[in-house]
Nanobody
Framework: QVQLVESGGGLVQAGGSLRLSCAASGRTFSSYAMGWFRQAPGKEREFVAAISWTGGTTDYTDSVKGRFTISRDNAKKNTVYLQMNSLKPEDTAVYYC??????????????WGQGTQVTVSS
């Protein structure tokens, strides 16, 4: 079992930045690929970004490429980050951290955090 706790959400104006953090505990964090998903009101949860267990491979949904950066710290903090720049109102959602695995062309979540709200005002 893995426990995931997100933090760093909040209210920001369009064009601003936020950094989300996800602290992991439980089983060996560095063995897992990690990802971020989001769910906007009235919409399905969608993939945002993922990072391999080494940190050497990253993947992003098209709408955030060039604006968001996923990273991880295996050595010290067992934490995965999502740096979000040039935020847009359409980025407003609850953001969830997840342990993921690659299933063909998609990243499948195995464990979820509780989520953190990101609101971008226009």
């Amino acid at each position: 079992q893995v426990q995931l706790v997100e933090s760093g959400g909040g209210l920001v104006q369009a064009g601003g930045s936020l950094r989300l953090s996800c602290a992991a505990s439980g089983r060996t964090f560095s063995s897992y690929a990690m990802g971020w998903f989001r769910q906007a009101p009235g919409k399905e949860r969608e993939f945002v970004a993922a990072i391999s267990w080494t940190g050497g491979t990253t993947d992003y949904t098209d709408s955030v490429k060039g604006r968001f950066t996923i990273s991880r710290d295996n050595a010290k903090k067992n934490t995965v980050y999502l740096q979000m720049n040039s935020l847009k109102p359409e980025d407003t959602a609850v953001y969830y951290c997840a342990v993921v695995r690659r299933d063909g062309d998609i990243w499948s979540p195995a464990y979820w955090g509780q989520g953190t709200q990101v609101t971008v005002s226009s």
